[in-house]
């Protein structure tokens, strides 16, 4: 499972919301109506009428929530059920040794032509390491020498070579490009602030929301 670390920032650029209505549509293009209401109590919305209730607030509040439900809390809610999957005949229990994570910080120099360096690594700033371009330019040389590393380094670690393995603790590997660690049991440091909150509330209201209907 692989992020980078500034997710949250493409989602400021685009279709960001300037209301509370157009926050509530914006969030709905997403996620089903239950999701959003449940998701809401999580994070610091205004009141109408209040001093916060103005446009630059909503392009700021809609940036975590959608991040945070696309990745931190999926990736979290997911490495659990693999780990202790609902008691059903015929599922099994992945090992903890097969539960990983990997988060690319690299920035490709060549995104600054189309990027702004504020927005760091954010959601899709690491398509060229997989695709070898994002717009004509790019520099091509620099990305090929770091995705050949990489990729390398990915293979090693999805064959479960020498790079990483199952321990008993989270694990890191650092190589400038590619960080990645193992999944343990239902740790709460991989992930930061807000993860199981935004999980638990997503998988109720949808639970909820099933049952009414």
């Given at each position: 499972m692989g992020d980078v670390p500034d997710e949250k920032e493409l989602y400021k650029l685009v279709n960001s919301p300037d209301s509370l209505s157009s926050l509530h549509m914006q969030l709905e293009n997403y996620y089903p109506r239950p999701v959003c209401d449940a998701l809401f109590p999580l994070y610091d919305v205004p009141k109408p009428g209040s001093k916060d209730d103005k446009p630059g607030t909503y392009a700021e509040l809609y940036a975590p929530i959608v991040a945070d439900a696309q990745?931190?809390?999926?990736?979290?809610?997911?490495?659990?059920?693999?780990?202790?999957?609902?008691?059903v005949d015929g599922t099994k229990t992945m090992p903890p040794g097969r539960v990983h994570r990997y988060r690319i910080p690299w920035r490709a120099k060549g995104l600054?032509?189309?990027?702004?360096?504020?927005?760091?690594?954010?959601?899709?700033?690491?398509?060229q390491n997989w695709m070898l371009r994002v717009g004509v330019r790019i520099l091509v040389s620099q990305i090929r020498r770091k995705r050949k590393r990489s990729l390398n380094l990915l293979e090693n670690f999805c064959m479960v070579k020498r790079l990483i393995g199952a321990t008993s603790r989270t694990k890191t590997v650092f190589c400038g490009l590619i960080r990645k660690e193992t999944f343990i049991g239902t740790s709460k440091i991989?992930?930061?602030?807000?993860?199981?909150?935004?999980?638990?509330?997503?998988?109720?209201?949808?639970?909820?929301?099933?049952?009414?209907?």
């Open positions: 990745v931190p809390a999926s990736h979290r809610g997911f490495a659990h059920l693999l780990l202790n999957p609902p008691k600054d032509a189309w990027l702004r360096k504020e927005v760091g690594v954010c959601y899709s700033a690491d398509m991989l992930y930061g602030k807000g993860g199981w909150e935004v999980w638990n509330a997503m998988m109720t209201a949808q639970k909820q929301h099933l049952e009414a209907s």
